[in-house]
Every structure is written in structure tokens, then in C-alpha cells.
């Protein structure tokens, strides 16, 4: 019989450094194009689990020592090698009991009929907005869980003011997956209740393209910068966008982009392979998350100097 004990012994086993056992029932009311149910109508658990990202990936961006890294490394080895891995032997490991398990790593280049919003990380983004129902009632496929909710409802973490997932040991430097599974536990994780986030806004002050405010991530705006349209991109020269009338407000961060014209302007912004990956190098070396982290070991710190003193 497969425990919550065996289920965290073979993720661990197999290079997770995070697990949540999320109940099924929390995603009620949950849009049926992000509804595990929809997936796996018979389902009693998500398990989720989650890989570090190393935090020098990011350093050395910053640095400018070393950009394609932390895309290759940081993003897609771990997306695409390290967690198929994984999820097939964890899947084997539920199906040889006899259960089901669907296995869900993210989607980096699809979102669902309906959302508009882009990856930064990939090439470009596909709104499936052709796909249709099989019948009346039913999601259009393809049925995408929101990672962010799932993280939180299998008490691992919660999503902070640019929609990276926090957690308590790692901050946003880790890469979700998740199992939806017709398994049963006699116990499930609380879902996180913790805001990490408080609203301190360094992200918004590290981001180089002003793709963050109160309201969140402009992920139109963050694609141009994430692929060095700022002035701080030590391969940009006089004549890339020369062609661009508003060149130096786009360098300074101060030009507004949306869908049409962070399209437009993507060729242009093509300073290390990415094709061939389909992934866009991290030009602006997520400068919001290292200072999101920082901001968070900081205030660890301090919580831990009071209560040493307490």
C-alpha cells in the first residue's frame, strides 16, 4: 500500500526537494479549463512536487557573467528532463498499485482559450482559442491546471505580486510539477495560508523593463525585457533597434509594450541562440526574483534574531 511516507521517500529519492498532498475537493468551483477533475474524473489527490533552481543561475546573470544558464538549466533541463523523468518513474511507482496517475508538468508554450496573457521564458505563446468542446458541458482541451493554485493547495507555497510561486525554503527559485491521482490518503496538507509575499515591491524596483506594479506582471512587458531590450544588455550595440523611433525610451524602460508589439519587436531582440530550444535567453537575469529572494532571507533573519531573543 503506497503512504504519504512512501510517496515522500521515492520523490526525494528521485531529486525532489519539495512534496504536497493536496485534497481533490479544495479545487471545487475551480474553471473547468484548470480543473484537475477534468482531467482525471475519479480523482482523490494532486501531489505536487518541486525542484530547486540553483540561486548562482542567477547571481552570475546579474553579474553579467552568464545569461543562456539559467534558461537552459534554470528552465528548460529542468521542465523537460529532469521532472518527465521523474514523473514517469513516480507514475509507475502509483500505477504499479493500480491506481491512475496523471502526470502534469507545465505547459511552458500553450495557454487556454480565453487567456491572453505570455511566457517570457519561451519563444512566444499559443492561445489554444480554436479548440472546441467534444460536447455540451465538457472544457475545451486542452485542460491546463493553474500551477499557482495547485502549489497552494498542496500547502507548499503561494504565489507572490508577479505570479511566481513562493516558497519558505527557496523563495521563487524552484520548478513545479504535479500528479493528478485516483490514490487515497487518510491525510492531506492544509493548503498554504501564508502571505511571503508583503507587499515590499523590491521586484518592482529591480525589474529593468517597469513590467511590475500593485496590480502584478505585465507579461507583454516583461517578454521585451526578459529578452534585453534595456541598456543594461551588454551585447546590445548603436545598431540594434536603430530602426525604432522610440530606441532610447525602449533602452531606459520606458516604452509601453502589448501582445501586437512585443511581437513585433521580438526578432529584433535575438542576441543568443533560442530557436533551436524554443526558449528565449534570460537577458534581464530575473532580476525581480533574486530580489524577491534576498528580501525574503533578509526578513528570515531578522524573524530568527527576535525570537533568539525572546
Same mark, same amino acid.
Given at each position: 500500500?503506497?503512504?504519504r511516507?512512501?510517496?515522500m521517500e521515492?520523490? /526525494?529519492?528521485?531529486g525532489?526537494?519539495?512534496c504536497g498532498f ?7 468551483g475551480t ?5 484537475p477533475l477534468c482531467?482525471?474524473?475519479t480523482a482523490?489527490?494532486?501531489l505536487?512536487f518541486a525542484?530547486?533552481t540553483p540561486?548562482a543561475?542567477?547571481e552570475?546573470a546579474?553579474r ?12 528548460k533541463?529542468?521542465?523537460?528532463e ?8 513516480m507514475a ?10 496523471c &502526470?502534469? /508538468? /507545465? &505547459? ?6 480565453g487567456d ?6 519561451v ?10 468542446? &467534444? ?8 485542460v491546463?491546471?493553474?500551477f499557482?493554485?495547485a502549489?497552494?493547495?498542496c500547502g507548499?507555497?503561494?504565489a ?10 527557496f ?5 513545479? &510539477?504535479?500528479?493528478v491521482t485516483n490514490l487515497?490518503f487518510?491525510?492531506y ?8 509575499c508583503?507587499g515590499c515591491?523590491?521586484?518592482?524596483k ?8 500593485e496590480h502584478g506582471?505585465?507579461t ?5 525585457y526578459?529578452?534585453g ?9 548603436d545598431?540594434?533597434?536603430a530602426d525604432e523611433?522610440d ?8 516604452k509601453?509594450?502589448?501582445r501586437?508589439?512585443a511581437r513585433a519587436?521580438?526578432p529584433k531582440?535575438?542576441?543568443l ?5 524554443g526558449y ?10 533574486l530580489?524577491c529572494? /534576498? ?11 527576535e525570537?533568539d531573543?525572546r
Amino acid at each position: 500500500m503506497l503512504t504519504r511516507e512512501i510517496i515522500m521517500e521515492k520523490a /526525494r529519492e528521485y531529486g525532489a526537494d519539495l512534496c504536497g498532498f493536496g485534497d481533490v475537493s479544495l479545487f471545487a468551483g475551480t474553471d473547468p479549463q484548470r480543473n484537475p477533475l477534468c482531467i482525471l474524473p475519479t480523482a482523490k489527490s494532486v501531489l505536487g512536487f518541486a525542484f530547486r533552481t540553483p540561486r548562482a543561475l542567477y547571481e552570475t546573470a546579474e553579474r553579467g557573467y552568464q545569461y543562456a544558464n539559467l534558461t537552459t538549466m534554470g528552465v528548460k533541463v529542468l521542465d523537460e528532463e529532469c521532472s518527465e523523468i521523474f514523473l514517469l518513474k513516480m507514475a509507475r511507482l502509483i500505477e504499479n498499485e493500480g491506481y491512475d496517475a496523471c &502526470v502534469q /508538468r /507545465r &505547459v511552458s508554450n500553450l495557454r487556454i482559450k480565453g487567456d491572453h496573457t505570455q511566457n517570457p521564458e519561451v519563444v512566444d505563446t499559443y492561445e489554444l482559442s480554436l479548440a472546441e468542446a &467534444v460536447a455540451p458541458g465538457k472544457p475545451a482541451p486542452d485542460v491546463i491546471l493553474d500551477f499557482a493554485q495547485a502549489a497552494e493547495i498542496c500547502g507548499m507555497g503561494k504565489a507572490g505580486r508577479t505570479g511566481s510561486v513562493l516558497t519558505p525554503r527557496f523563495g521563487p527559485f524552484q520548478r513545479f &510539477v504535479f500528479i493528478v491521482t485516483n490514490l487515497p490518503f487518510e491525510t492531506y496538507d492544509a493548503p498554504f495560508s501564508q502571505d511571503l509575499c508583503d507587499g515590499c515591491m523590491e521586484c518592482a524596483k529591480a525589474c529593468k523593463g517597469n513590467a511590475i506594479d500593485e496590480h502584478g506582471l505585465d507579461t507583454w512587458q516583461c517578454s521585451v525585457y526578459y529578452r534585453g531590450a534595456h541598456s543594461s544588455n551588454p551585447y546590445m550595440t548603436d545598431e540594434i533597434l536603430a530602426d525604432e523611433p522610440d530606441r532610447e525610451a525602449i533602452l531606459r524602460g520606458e516604452k509601453r509594450f502589448d501582445r501586437e508589439s512585443a511581437r513585433a519587436i521580438y526578432p529584433k531582440l535575438d542576441f543568443l541562440p533560442s530557436h533551436l530550444k524554443g526558449y528565449s535567453p534570460c537577458m534581464c537575469g530575473k532580476a525581480c526574483d533574486l530580489a524577491c529572494y /534576498r528580501h525574503l532571507m533578509a526578513r528570515r533573519a531578522e524573524l530568527q534574531k527576535e525570537c533568539d531573543k525572546r
